[in-house]
Structures are given as C-alpha cells and as structure tokens.
C-alpha cells in the first residue's frame, strides 16, 4: 500500500524534501514507517534524534495523519494516508 510522507519544519531541513511516498506491506504501522524513515534519512539527522543500533527515533519524533491529529506507533496505517512527522515538542 502507499502513504505518503510530508516534512516541516527542521525535519525538512535535514532531509531536504517536502514530501515522500512510500510502498509498505498492508497491514504496516505508524512504528514501523518510523523506522524505515529513520533508515531512509537518519543519516541527514543530527546526533540523538536517529539510533541506527536501536532502530528508534527520539522520543519527540511524532507520526500525525494531516487533519487528524498525532498517532500512536502501534496503530495501523491504511492506504493512501497523508502523514505528516512532527517534534512533540514543537509546541503550537
């Protein structure tokens, strides 16, 4: 199935993009999308936001659906979900 990814703020600085589309297996979820982005772009992070041992972002790393509010890593995506990654701590 496709999702697909938009970046803000600091995160789009690192990375360098706006957004991503991304082929992952039906029944995916919010954690495991974490960590392919994290293997996809951990490498454009600054230090302590990315563990490549762990596989595991920094705890402030969010998955929000757009419109819809933050997501539990556990939770299941569906096809076609806008997602958009967020600091917690960005505040608003």
Do not use: N, Q
Not at 23 to 41: H, Q
């Amino acid at each position: 199935m496709k999702v697909k990814v938009r970046f803000a703020g600091l995160f789009r600085r690192y990375v360098g993009e706006r957004e991503a589309e991304f082929e992952i297996p039906d029944g995916s979820t919010a954690g495991d999308l974490l960590v392919l982005l994290g293997k996809t772009y951990g490498h454009c992070l600054p230090d302590g936001l990315w563990d490549d041992e762990s596989l595991k972002f920094h705890r402030s790393m969010r998955l929000a659906r757009v419109d819809a509010g933050t997501i539990d890593p556990d939770e299941t995506l569906r096809e076609g979900d806008e997602l958009l990654v967020i600091f917690a701590l960005a505040g608003g």
